[in-house]
């Protein structure tokens, strides 16, 4: 007679004993279905016992306290979370149901050594910097006041130290005879020859600067100009592995089997470079492409005192170099594809030759017409 109110109870909660089917452990006997739940307040002594149906089927459900509204709060809480097991798109296949086979341990081990190949070289890739580069129009180096410096350094071993000298002229007006600021004359062979340093700085107009025998007190009568220039560089040294640039362009010209008496004319076009490194440093140089020629001058007076002359103008376009790292998120990326794109076409390629394979064993068996 006790069970006959919980059979009404039961009827109502026939929907809410479906939902409880994904969280409940389920026996079956005989023609009952006996269900127990377990609340938070599973420590309480009693057990009640809550009867409907489902399916058709009469059910038992065993509940501490066989209130109607705590088993229907419990499945809120509790069948969420064990409903979850829905959502699942890895299902596991028994591993009775698979079948191993030595094509595919070799294929697996092939897999794995391609991976950890290809790993290994995005991992090297990554760690890594690159250097990008772009070309924009501006003067980058605004702080340096319109001025450029400059490294000379120029060997004639025909020519007395006294004889060389080095003037500067540009288009702003500057016309400077004999400069000797910050230079140096080391004589060479004997003192018939001398190697000249120096380091100034030039406007950032067109001009030229050359080394000529003009600043000398007394002009010899056939000055020897053959030289070997050592380095011609503008702006801060930048020697960076991967910057193959024309920042010394003239380094190593050898002019010794020249004509002594001929003039040596470099034409000049500098382009502005910036180098920025990992922290934002940026550093300031400049490249330069050069041709040049060589000629015996003449005038009405008679020939003209031969010269090095180096011609220079400058690009307005700016070429910079920025190095930087692979983003974390596209060497996962290049992983993850590697990964899975070397799976799937191995599985491919193992599953193709199975297939060949159980249909060869099938023709020798005759079980294939």
């Not at 410096?149 to 540009?170: A, F, T």
Request: contains cysteine.
């Amino acid at each position: 007679m006790a069970a006959k109110p919980r059979e009404a109870e039961g009827s109502a909660l026939e929907t809410g004993a479906q939902k409880q089917s994904s969280y409940i452990t389920v026996q079956k006997k005989k023609n009952f279905l006996f269900c127990f739940v377990f609340p938070s307040h599973i420590l309480l002594q009693t057990q009640k016992n809550v009867v409907g149906k489902l399916d058709g089927k009469n059910f038992s459900i065993i509940h501490p306290c066989g209130d109607v509204k705590c088993i229907k709060i419990f499945h809120l809480v509790y069948g969420c979370y064990f409903s979850s097991f829905r959502f699942d798109i890895y299902r596991k296949v028994p591993k009775d149901l698979t079948q191993p086979t030595y094509t595919g341990a070799l294929i697996s081990v092939c897999c794995c050594l391609f991976i950890l190949f290809l790993f290994l070289s995005e991992l090297t890739g990554f760690i890594a910097t690159e250097i990008v580069n772009e070309l924009y129009v501006d003067d980058p180096d605004k702080d340096s006041g319109g001025k450029i410096e400059v490294n000379l350094n120029i060997s004639l071993p025909n020519l007395h130290c006294e004889l060389v000298g080095l003037d500067i002229q540009d288009e702003m007006g500057r016309h400077e005879v004999g400069h000797i600021d910050n230079s140096m004359k080391i004589p060479l062979n004997n003192g018939d020859g001398c190697r000249f340093e120096g380091h100034f700085s030039i406007n950032k107009v067109p001009g030229n600067f050359h080394v000529s025998t003009h600043s000398a007190t007394a002009q010899p009568q056939n000055p020897d100009m053959t030289h070997i220039i050592h380095k011609l560089s503008f702006g801060d040294k930048l020697q960076v592995q991967n910057v193959h640039g024309a920042f010394n362009a003239l380094e190593g010209a050898d002019k010794l089997s020249s004509n002594p008496l001929a003039s040596h004319d470099y034409i000049l076009k500098i382009v502005p470079t910036v180098y920025e490194d990992m922290s934002g440093k940026q550093r300031y140089s400049y490249q330069y492409t050069v041709a040049n020629k060589e000629y015996v001058a003449y005038s009405h007076t008679g020939r003209i005192i031969p010269a090095i002359w180096f011609r220079y103008d400058l690009s307005p376009i700016t070429v910079k170099y920025t190095e930087r790292r692979q983003p974390l998120y596209r060497f996962i990326t290049s992983i993850c594809a590697i990964i899975g794109g070397t799976f799937t076409v191995a599985g491919i390629l193992d599953s193709c030759i199975f297939t060949a394979s159980e249909a060869w064993k099938k023709i020798q068996l005759g079980k294939m017409q």
